[in-house]
């Protein structure tokens, strides 16, 4: 609709001006008072209006934006007592794409290990600063050499070469420790067990297919299953954070367009910033302010809005504040804090408000014309017209037939990186070493043993190191393929 979107009602209307919806929200709230309808709600507004929206799914209960509504008895008492009618509400889904790190329960999602880089690895990774190093070093010797890391098997290979060569390499890049090296396999190899190595990979996600439209002109909702993924609350944040990085650093400069080019919504925000150094917030802080000029709305759903840093919460001009509760100390000063983002209401106690607020009930602020805050109003939120809740497992398979990416990125692909390259150089090091060993010396003795190679010695110990059961069938696959052999399954 052209005056907005449509938040809730209270003495008057609260609604979002969609040319001011990049300038980022935030919905709070203590759990149980209705953020995550809000949430549903506002992905189904900018939907309607031809913004593409992303969401997670952290609970499992917003798959349903993709099924009609009219099933909930007090979604119809909240239809009547607000009179939606009048705004042209109804039942319908919306257009979606289900996503999954894991590839159950939506498309896989991949990236690279080289788009992720390497100071959001490490925050993956939990790396203190001295491993971090060292992960930045294999990074650029890789660039050097051009070896692509694209999985965790690149990177693994990627760390034995520089700890092989770390004498070689301590001159350009500094001292490079077995200890870190160890350390750093010991974290992936926990982040394999928990699953997080189906993150990286080909094909990567291309951006591109999260900004689409359907033949009637609604914004697709990329719905990321995070059910499963919450509980590895790291996985979470860090990935989420990439994709928010990525449409930084891809998409152009728009302006102020008269709608987002996309609306991200961030579900569990306190994970991003609970334990991240300074430097990760800052940069945070850096591509919310920023990303507005591309297009991109960043809302922030989180449980208390001291969750946010403040430099971040400042930039968020759009918010919905479901009810706190104040029974501690520490519970009163939060609810005073959440009261002090509004602007006044000189006819509401906002302090108050927010401890006796019910459930689907919120107060509101969004920005005018201008691009001032309004004055806080109490509202009841008006509902979705899609489904509340959870879809079946055929509906949901329905639904990823259907998408648009359908077949895209379902199966991986695993070309020649890092690993396959440098597993085929030890090879290839380890049969010249058998032929110089089987060479008499001019002086009567065996192969040269000395003055070898530094690249031949590099291979041969990388083979040494990366010799596992898994590795060496895959070396004597590539390698038979290259002479004419078979592949090894």
């Not at 319908?92 to 788009?115: K, M, N």
């Not at 909702?221 to 860090?238: E, G, K, M, S």
């Not at 925000?269 to 430097?279: E, I, M, R, S, Y």
């Not at 029974?327 to 906002?350: E, H, I």
């Amino acid at each position: 609709m052209t005056d907005g979107i449509l938040i809730g009602k209270g003495e008057g209307e609260v609604r979002i001006l969609p040319g001011l919806a990049n300038r980022h929200g935030l919905v709070a709230g203590a759990t149980g008072t209705g953020k995550t309808v809000t949430l549903q709600r506002l992905a189904e507004q900018f939907s309607r209006i031809g913004v593409p929206v992303f969401l997670a799914d952290v609970k499992g209960d917003l798959a349903g934006i993709g099924q009609p509504g009219g099933d909930n008895d007090k979604v119809a008492e909240r239809v009547v007592e607000l009179d939606l009618a009048a705004d042209g509400f109804r039942y319908a889904p919306c257009p979606v794409t289900f996503w999954d790190l894991y590839g159950e329960q939506g498309h896989p999602v991949r990236t690279t290990i080289s788009e992720m880089g390497p100071l959001l690895l490490a925050r993956l990774l939990e790396l203190n600063d001295v491993q971090e190093g060292v992960l930045s070093i294999c990074f650029r010797v890789a660039d050097e050499h051009g070896l692509l890391l694209l999985d965790l098997k690149d990177l693994r290979a990627m760390l034995n070469y520089v700890a092989e060569n770390a004498a070689s390499l301590r001159t350009t890049f500094g001292n490079v420790s077995a200890a870190s090296v160890g350390a750093i396999q010991r974290r992936l190899l926990k982040l394999e067990d928990q699953g997080g190595d189906r993150l990286f990979g080909e094909p990567a996600l291309d951006l591109m297919d999260l900004i689409q439209t359907d033949e009637n002109g609604h914004g697709l909702v990329n719905v990321l299953a995070a059910d499963r993924l919450i509980r590895n609350r790291q996985l979470y944040a860090t990935f989420l954070l990439w994709l928010l990085s990525e449409l930084f650093e891809q998409l152009p400069e728009v302006g102020d367009p008269d709608k987002p080019k996309l609306v991200f919504f961030f579900d569990e925000a306190h994970l991003l910033f609970d334990g991240a150094p300074k430097v990760l917030i800052d940069k945070v802080e850096q591509v919310v302010r920023l990303i507005r000029s591309k297009g991109v709305g960043v809302y922030f759903v989180t449980q208390n809005p001291m969750d946010v840093p403040d430099d971040v919460l400042g930039q968020l001009g759009n918010r919905v504040q479901h009810a706190l509760r104040a029974f501690t100390p520490k519970d009163q000063k939060a609810v005073r804090a959440a009261a002090q983002t509004f602007r006044a209401n000189p006819d509401l106690d906002t302090e108050a408000a927010i401890t006796a607020l019910g459930v689907g009930e919120a107060l509101a602020s969004t920005l005018d014309e201008d691009g001032i805050p309004t004055v806080v109003e109490r509202i009841k939120v008006a509902p979705p017209g899609s489904r509340l809740g959870p879809i079946t497992p055929a509906q949901r398979r329905t639904l990823m037939a259907g998408s648009l990416v359908a077949g895209v990125y379902d199966e991986p692909v695993d070309r020649i990186s890092a690993y396959e390259t440098l597993m085929l150089m030890a090879e290839q090091a380890a049969m010249r070493a058998e032929t110089q060993a089987a060479t008499p010396s001019p002086r009567g003795g065996g192969g040269r043993r000395s003055g070898q190679d530094p690249l031949d010695a590099f291979a041969a110990s990388a083979m040494r190191s990366l010799g596992t059961q898994i590795g060496r069938q895959l070396a004597r696959g590539l390698l038979g393929s290259l002479f004419g052999g078979s592949r090894r399954r």
